[in-house]
Nanobody, 120 residues
Framework: VQLQASGGGLVQAGGALRLSCAAS????????AGWFRQAPGKEREFVAA??????STGYADSVLGRFTISRDHAKVHLQMNSLKPEDTAVYYC????????????????WGQGTQVTVSS
């Protein structure tokens, strides 16, 4: 499975961006999809995850209430509101058949990153 992320860009603090992730095989069924991010000089961190089968979601404390992960027919989205400069990072989408793998930060499938830059 190949994942393709899109939607990054430059935005001012307080603004919003929407990231999207598409799967090469056209579907995320029977997987958990997630978003991770890596800021310069920092380790990659979990942002949000969604289990395709029941649309259950989970978030990092740092984005809770500001970011929303969702799905439609064949894509997973990350709506990012009230962006802060500390949200600046390369964002990666990922997926695995096991929710535990995504939550642990070791999903089998990764997309290329998309840069999100939030100016103050």
């Amino acid at each position: 499975v190949q994942l393709q992320a899109s939607g990054g860009g430059l935005v001012q603090a307080g603004g919003a961006l929407r990231l999207s992730c598409a799967a090469s095989e056209g579907t995320f069924s029977r997987t958990t999809a997630g978003w991770f991010r890596q800021a310069p000089g920092k380790e990659r961190e979990f942002v949000a995850a969604l289990t395709w089968s029941d649309a259950s979601t989970g978030y990092a404390d740092s984005v809770l209430g500001r970011f929303t992960i969702s799905r439609d027919h064949a894509k997973v989205h990350l709506q990012m509101n009230s962006l802060k400069p500390e949200d600046t990072a390369v964002y990666y989408c990922a997926a695995d058949a096991l929710t535990q793998a995504v939550v642990a930060g070791v999903p089998a499938y990764w997309g290329q990153g998309t840069q999100v830059t939030v100016s103050s």
